[in-house]
């Protein structure tokens, strides 16, 4: 059993050293690396609840929210109102943010609270699917960076392999071969991606409380396009609506792309033990208490994937415990810088994109 090598000439995390710590722990070996992990974290109270922290949070995310709204009716029909749009991207994205953690039940230890908060943030305020985020994510989350069963990097405009790249299709193989040099650029189409895919999902009847979930959606998109074409003239509100959902797409773009792109994949029967599975196939990124607000906690992207219901206030000193442990057991742990991180992630795209340029050549 090994981890993909794709990743081989990605800067900080070698191959080499991901097949020799990845391969071959047993079942037995795997528990008993985590469950002392484990005790070590759960004896330092990290997984205790963030009553008052996930208090603040929530108000004032809802009510800068609000504030954002107020401004955008105040302004009427103005240019200005661009500078609102941008501002309302960030909310949009802190949004999701705050919908992420509900979903790990990292806010409340009630399933039905969770799942309330989490529509209310998602459906209501920002358009996007609690229901479908929610399965795809906790695919991910099974098998972080698997290319069968991670949806997150399963082929479809963007390729993660070069085995991917070697059979890709129809937009996946037109792009793939600058799929590094078009990345930033696609994700402007990321927030209206997720809103498509929302509707999209209602029609699975495995969605649970599909009406209520439907209903959301539409009340959402009937009074956020209402309130554009009621206050602003039909120019201004195309723009508007443009500025604010690519730039939203390209901050949630921006905040989830540094965690696993890059990173070792793995393919068919691989499967090292949980520990191994999540910290290899994870990068974190260093930063100050800024870095923590814009990237919700997800910089500390082994950890989440470690312990995915510890609140994100204890995921800083969390980083403490996990690194020194893997240097303990002789896990390699990967963290950079954020620019770093997305150079990484761009050179692993344009590597895996070879295939397709020689093709091109060929032809």
Known sequence: MTISTDTSVTAGAPAARARTS???????EAGSDFARLSRRITEAGLLERCTGHYRARLGLVIALLAAGWGAFLALGDSWWQLAVAAFLALMFGQMALVSH???HRQVFRSARR?????????NLGIGMSYGWWMNKHTRHHANPNHEELDPDV?????????EQARSSRG??????GHQALLFFPLLTLEGFNLHVASVR???SPSMKKRLLEGALLILHIAAYVSVLFLVLSPGKALAFLAVHQCLFGVYLGCTFAPNHKGMPTLSGDERPDFLRRQVLTSRNVRGGRLTDVLLGGLNYQIEHHLFPSMPT???RRAQVVVRAYCAEIGVPYHETGLIQSYRE???HMHRVGEPIRRQRKAV
């Not at 969770?114 to 998602?122: N, Q």
Request: proline share 5%.
């Open 313 to 315: 206030p204890h995921l």
């Open 114 to 122: 969770s799942e309330t908060w989490g529509r209310l943030f998602g």
């Open 345 to 347: 992630a761009l050179a």
């Open 154 to 162: 399963s082929p479809d405009i963007l390729v993660w392999s070069t």
């Open 171 to 176: 937009l996946a193989r037109l792009i793939g």
């Open 201 to 203: 999902a209602l029609r």
């Open 22 to 28: 990845g391969a071959g722990a047993s079942g037995s």
């Open 101 to 103: 953690d509900l979903a």
